[in-house]
């Protein structure tokens, strides 16, 4: 436990989609647990994962993760686990039910956005539920970053 007055841990990255603001609109983010199998969970560990093309879904009141990819661990011989194989997410009854909702009736998406390791040391799935981004809606995504960026240079130019 750690000291009164301490900071908290900042929570170790393992994978990041950073595409996934650019390509969707997030409405909200939720976190989940993952169901990893003890190979998964030191390939984790050891920061090689990629969720750039994956998603999660519905199918049968469960919520999974579908094409994430965490590298097979090279020191475990005959029980290694598949590299792209689906995993289950957990999240509570009510938020599974809002996100299912929220997919089947709206047409959003679930993206992860990026897996971490909790202050218990747990692995997490941030999933954030979004709108696919028209071509349009990219470029003004664009425009308003590279207008940020001038900006930034002007103001530190000035002082």
């Known amino acids: 436990m750690a000291p009164k007055g301490s900071q908290r841990v900042v929570n170790k990255i393992v994978a990041e989609n950073r595409k996934a603001r650019f390509n969707y609109e997030i409405i909200d983010t939720y976190e989940a647990g993952l169901v990893l199998t003890g190979t998964e969970v030191k390939s984790l560990r050891e920061g ?3 969720i750039a093309e994956s998603y999660a879904t519905d199918e049968g009141g469960e919520m999974w993760l ?8 090279l020191q475990a011989n ?5 590299p792209r194989r689906r995993r289950k997410l957990l999240l509570s009854k009510r938020e599974a ?3 299912q909702s929220a997919i089947n009736r709206d047409g959003m998406t679930l993206i992860p956005l990026k897996i971490y390791f909790n202050d218990q040391g747990r692995a997490k799935l941030e999933l954030a539920l979004g709108k696919g981004k028209k071509l349009h809606d990219k470029r003004e995504t664009e425009k308003e970053r590279d207008w940020n960026r001038q900006k ?3 103001m530190k130019d000035h002082h």
């Open 152 to 154: 930034s240079r002007i």
């Open 97 to 99: 039910g809002r996100l």
């Open 66 to 73: 579908i094409n994430s990819y965490l590298p097979e661990y």
């Open 48 to 50: 090689k994962a990629n």
């Open 78 to 82: 005959r029980f290694n686990h598949e």
